[in-house]
C-alpha cells in the first residue's frame, strides 16, 4: 500500500472518530440543571485593617503611576535627545523605553482589575 493511500484510510478513520468523541463530550446529562457557583466566604478585612490597607493601596496605586509618568517623560527625552544630538543609541534605547512603559501601563490596569475582583465589595 502506498504511503499516500495509507494516510488516506488513517484520515478517513480517524473523522468518525473524532466526531463521536465530540458529540460525547459535549452531550450533558438528561437531567443536569444549571449550576450557579458563588463564593462560600466573603473576602473581608479583618476589624481596624480596611481603612491602613487602602491607604497602603493608595499609595501603592499612585506612587506606580506617578513611576510610569516620569519612565514616559525620561523615554520620550532620550529619544528627542538622541535625534538631536545624532546619537543612535539613546533614541534606541527611549524607544524601547517607550514600548516598555506601555507594557507596564497595560499590565498595571489590569493589575488592578485582578485585584479588584478578588476583593470586590462584598459577595455578588
Do not use: N
Not at 499609595?59 to 503611576?65: D, I
Not at 528627542?80 to 545624532?86: A, D, E, H, I, K
Not at 543609541?89 to 514600548?99: E, I, L, P, T
Amino acid at each position: 500500500m502506498s504511503p499516500y493511500r495509507k494516510a488516506a484510510v488513517r484520515a478517513v478513520s480517524t473523522v468518525p472518530l473524532v466526531a463521536v468523541g465530540l458529540v460525547v463530550l459535549t452531550a450533558g446529562p438528561a437531567t443536569a440543571a444549571p449550576v450557579e457557583l458563588t463564593a462560600a466566604v466573603c473576602p473581608e478585612a479583618p476589624p481596624g485593617v480596611q481603612a491602613f490597607a487602602d491607604q497602603v493601596t493608595a499609595w501603592v496605586k499612585w506612587g506606580v503611576l506617578a513611576l510610569i509618568g516620569i519612565a514616559a517623560v525620561v523615554s520620550l527625552g532620550s529619544v528627542l535627545v538622541g535625534r538631536m544630538f545624532s546619537h543612535p543609541h539613546a533614541s534606541r534605547f527611549g524607544a524601547m523605553g517607550v514600548a516598555v512603559v506601555v507594557m507596564v501601563a497595560i499590565t498595571y490596569t489590569v493589575i488592578l482589575v485582578i485585584l479588584d475582583s478578588i476583593t470586590g465589595s462584598g459577595c455578588t
